[in-house]
């Protein structure tokens, strides 16, 4: 699908009649990394669901010529190689909806895609009939800070051949995950060999998280939303601390905060009810 010049993979599910529900993926993720079962059963609901890959990632455009990032000297304060923003982003997601035709959305992010959320809510509240913002902040540098210590365990691994790529992937959600919730190894096996078989660019993931970590403080502007919010969030997130939540919640006017016990940096399938029946709740006060 066209999309602010750039071409999106997404998919539907659910009636095409419903009031679509959109969901926005975080940091090198592909649409698969929001289950099916979740997606079914938000559908359940009386919603179209619509996942789709961010630009760098899956099946949407690359930006390989845009050139890499310098990781290092975006740490040292050098920007000059972040090659675009979340706010790019948002108009990829709002173009995808004008594509589909769709005058109004549920909007859900997680983590990055949290943070797209947010700020689609606020360049573009017209369109955002309710807003669930999952295990994300509000990029202000001093809430949602990570507790984990050794950052390159974060990083995918260019040129890294596939049974590398898969071990990496589960030793990254065997660190980000839920202690509160049992995920066995082989399912962490067959999402990552998922992820691996359909798309693996670890330049791309790489640009998305430049443009995460340069996005501007939005807690000021979060304060003048009117959209019905929920922030969803761990007690047990490593990589987002739930202080990112909860400075989410508490910079934008009437937001409920759900924390999740036992919940890190994940959707984990014995959260999912609880998780989709605070969004739908949410919606309903569109």
């Given at each position: 699908?066209?999309?602010?010049?750039?071409?999106?993979?997404?998919?539907?599910?659910?009636?095409?009649?419903?009031?679509?529900?959109?969901?926005?993926?975080?940091?090198?993720?592909?649409?698969?990394?929001?289950?099916?079962?979740?997606?079914?059963?938000?559908?359940?609901?009386?919603?179209?669901?619509?996942?789709?890959?961010?630009?760098?990632?899956?099946?949407?455009?690359?930006?390989?010529?845009?050139?890499?990032?310098?990781?290092?000297?975006?740490?040292?304060?050098?920007?000059?190689t972040v090659r675009y923003g979340l706010s790019d982003m948002v108009?990829?997601?709002?173009?995808?909806?004008?594509?589909?035709?769709?005058?109004?959305?549920?909007?859900?992010?997680?983590?990055?895609?949290?943070?797209?959320?947010?700020?689609?809510?606020?360049?573009?509240?017209?369109?955002?009939?309710?807003?669930?913002?999952?295990?994300?902040?509000?990029?202000?540098?001093?809430?949602?800070?990570?507790?984990?210590?050794?950052?390159?365990?974060?990083?995918?691994?260019?040129?890294?051949?596939?049974?590398?790529?898969?071990?990496?992937?589960?030793?990254?959600?065997?660190?980000?995950?839920?202690?509160?919730?049992?995920?066995?190894?082989?399912?962490?096996?067959?999402?990552?060999?998922?992820?691996?078989?359909?798309?693996?660019?670890?330049?791309?993931?790489?640009?998305?998280?430049?443009?995460?970590?340069?996005?501007?403080d939005r807690t000021e502007r979060l304060r003048t939303l009117e959209?019905?919010?929920?922030?969803?969030?761990?007690?047990?997130?490593?990589?987002?601390?739930?202080?990112?939540?909860?400075?989410?919640?508490?910079?934008?006017?009437?937001?409920?905060?759900?924390?999740?016990?036992?919940?890190?940096?994940?959707?984990?399938?014995?959260?999912?009810?609880?998780?989709?029946?605070?969004?739908?709740?949410?919606?309903?006060?569109?």
């Amino acid at each position: 699908m066209e999309s602010n010049g750039i071409s999106l993979c997404y998919e539907a599910i659910g009636d095409a009649a419903d009031p679509v529900m959109l969901l926005i993926m975080g940091v090198g993720e592909q649409l698969i990394a929001w289950p099916d079962g979740f997606c079914e059963i938000l559908a359940g609901h009386g919603f179209r669901v619509i996942r789709f890959d961010n630009r760098d990632v899956g099946w949407s455009d690359w930006f390989d010529e845009a050139g890499d990032v310098d990781l290092a000297g975006l740490a040292a304060g050098d920007l000059s190689t972040v090659r675009y923003g979340l706010s790019d982003m948002v108009a990829d997601t709002v173009g995808l909806l004008a594509a589909l035709d769709v005058s109004r959305a549920h909007v859900v992010g997680v983590s990055m895609g949290g943070g797209i959320a947010q700020q689609m809510a606020i360049e573009n509240p017209e369109l955002v009939a309710s807003l669930a913002s999952i295990m994300a902040t509000t990029s202000d540098g001093k809430a949602g800070g990570s507790s984990i210590d050794n950052a390159a365990a974060l990083l995918p691994q260019p040129g890294a051949d596939r049974e590398v790529a898969i071990a990496a992937d589960v030793a990254l959600f065997r660190l980000i995950g839920s202690p509160g919730f049992e995920t066995s190894d082989a399912e962490l096996i067959r999402r990552a060999t998922a992820k691996v078989g359909r798309a693996y660019h670890p330049a791309g993931t790489l640009r998305q998280i430049a443009a995460n970590a340069t996005a501007p403080d939005r807690t000021e502007r979060l304060r003048t939303l009117e959209t019905p919010t929920v922030v969803i969030h761990g007690d047990s997130d490593p990589l987002v601390e739930l202080s990112g939540g909860r400075a989410t919640a508490e910079a934008i006017p009437g937001a409920e905060l759900l924390v999740v016990q036992g919940m890190g940096h994940d959707l984990p399938a014995g959260a999912w009810k609880l998780i989709v029946d605070a969004i739908v709740a949410n919606a309903a006060k569109a």
